[in-house]
């Protein structure tokens, strides 16, 4: 089976779409292809192939924004893979934030995709196939160049530095991260690595870092596919240390403010 297969499958066992909704999802993928528009007019307009179920992340990552931006300190994805929400979150701090470039916006990942299911994961599912997730070689370098001209495009532009993408096993890029830069504050920091250990890794590495009002999302906190995100949660906060809630228009992710 080629990677694409098996990354379709992992794509459908985490989907709640019926075949019905694949099927149309299928539909609006060949009216993009096909898309009478200029590509000027098809980026200016993207709006018309952009499902609820992709828009409703721009909304969450929206309403975060606006919770956290009193706070000082730079923004964190572990697991980033294409980058779609780091890409998101620049163009929300151009929006919410135009003159605030102190806020620093790190992504974390392989690039590689997901490694080995441990012990404290759910070996058993079909989920969690090593290398899915993966990007092509030199994604990374792609990436870098998006953000960079969307930075560009935003408000004092001209000022560079606010991006950095860290790849490799977060285990070890973590801790030397932040050991290198101890003076960090993390306002926000979106958790999406599913596996216990890596997520145990990036918990502890960012803990000394929050402060009251820090904002986390956790992607699979409640998902009995992943286990290990909350027991690695469990691990390193007391309940003392947190407010918990469901996401409101994103059920299946949780958000996590510090008191």
Excluded at 12 to 33: I, N, V
Excluded at 49 to 58: A, G, P
Excluded at 128 to 135: A, D, I, M, P
Aim: aromatic share 12%; hydrophobic share 35%; proline share 4%.
């Amino acid at each position: 089976m080629s990677n694409s297969n098996i990354q379709d499958d992992v794509y459908k066992l985490e989907s709640t779409a019926s075949d019905l909704q694949y099927a149309f999802r299928d539909k609006l993928r060949d009216l993009f292809l096909n898309s009478p528009l200029s590509d000027d007019d098809l980026l200016f307009n993207i709006g018309l192939y952009t499902r609820s179920s992709v828009l409703v992340k721009f909304i969450v990552l929206s309403d975060l924004y606006k919770r956290f931006k009193h706070i000082p300190g730079m923004i964190c994805e572990f697991g980033t893979w294409y980058g779609q929400n780091l890409v998101l979150l620049e163009n929300l701090r151009a929006m919410y934030e135009p003159f605030n470039k102190q806020r620093q916006i790190v992504g974390f990942d392989t690039f590689e995709g997901y490694s080995a299911p441990g012990e404290k994961d759910r070996k058993e599912s079909g989920v969690w196939v090593e290398n899915s997730y993966s990007t092509k070689a030199g994604y990374k370098d792609y990436l870098n160049e998006l953000l960079q001209v969307h930075e560009g495009n935003n408000v004092l532009g001209h000022k560079r530095g606010v991006h950095s993408l860290i790849e490799g096993d977060v285990c070890r890029t973590a801790p030397e991260y932040f050991r290198t830069n101890a003076s960090a504050i993390v306002a926000f920091a979106y958790f999406d690595l599913g596996l216990y250990e890596p997520t145990l890794a990036a918990l502890t590495a960012v803990k000394p870092h929050l402060v009251s009002g820090s904002v986390l999302l956790m992607d699979e906190l409640t998902w009995p596919e992943s286990p290990g995100e909350a027991l690695a949660f469990k691990e390193v906060f007391q309940p003392s240390e947190y407010i918990l809630e469901k996401c409101e228009l994103y059920p299946s992710k949780c958000i996590v403010t510090i008191k």
